[in-house]
């Protein structure tokens, strides 16, 4: 089963425009990563928070992490046509001898030139 | 090559056939995992290998998926008598050393099979 819940479902705007992605968890974590996925491709590691952190920049990306709310947030900012694409969470359990990736259900993005 | 790659791309087969597909990792990474996508729907994790040990299998929906990598490089998935309910993408992944949870996964395309 998946591990949370990513908001909205799906999300379309202006090349130009930011684009706020969410993603709910359930249980105590390690980190959080972000991943792309573009159609009928595989998924691109985009960002890894730990679990201590609160906020990572990366480029036009930006993520916060908030523990006591088991949230995080993916901003892309000046969003451009080719960042059209499907963005999932991805959690890394505690105590997770195998390290293996627990994925939300995705939020769909499209930017219109 | 440099990334992960995984073949066939595409299969299509009828109910009950069995299937298999293979993972070509990264030359040189020791885990690798298996995870199930659904249309619409984010990767579920099926199975992980460290080198040529299944490590975990607690992923696997039935005993008709069976997953192998007997010299700790490319790995096959099996599914045996397959039903429409199969009808996933299949992911693979790798990474350098899968005993850090920071470890990085890099996926392959995944092979996309449809049951009929």
């Known amino acids: 089963s998946q591990q949370g819940e990513e908001d909205p479902q799906a999300l379309s705007i202006q090349e130009g425009e930011n684009a706020t992605m969410n993603c709910s968890y359930k249980?105590?974590?390690?980190?959080l990563q972000w991943y792309r996925q573009n159609s009928g491709r595989g998924l691109v590691h985009l960002i890894l928070i730990r679990s201590n952190e609160r906020e990572k920049h990366s480029g036009r990306l930006r993520v916060t992490l908030d523990t006591s709310k088991k949230s995080s947030s993916l901003l892309i900012t000046a969003s451009r046509a080719a960042d059209t694409a499907s963005y999932f969470c991805?959690?890394?359990?505690?105590?997770?001898?195998?390290?293996?990736?627990?994925f939300g259900g995705g939020t769909r993005l499209m930017v219109k030139p | 090559g440099a990334g992960v790659s995984q073949s066939p791309r595409y299969k299509v087969a009828k109910r009950g056939q069995d299937v298999a597909l293979r993972c070509d990792p990264i030359s040189g990474h020791v885990s690798l995992f298996w995870y199930q996508q659904a249309l619409g729907q984010g990767p579920e994790f099926l199975t992980y290998f460290q080198n040529e040990a299944q490590l975990d299998k607690s992923g696997l929906p039935s005993d008709r998926f069976f997953a192998e990598r007997p010299e700790g490089s490319v790995s096959t998935l099996k599914i045996q008598r397959t039903q429409q309910e199969d009808s996933a993408v299949y992911l693979c992944?790798?990474?350098?050393?899968?005993?850090?949870?920071?470890?990085?996964?890099?996926f392959g395309p995944g092979t996309r099979l449809t049951v009929l």
């Open positions: 249980t105590s974590i390690n980190n």
């Open positions: 991805a959690t890394v359990k505690n105590n997770n001898a195998g390290n293996m990736l627990t």
């Open positions: 992944a790798s990474s350098l050393l899968g005993t850090s949870s920071t470890d990085t996964q890099y």
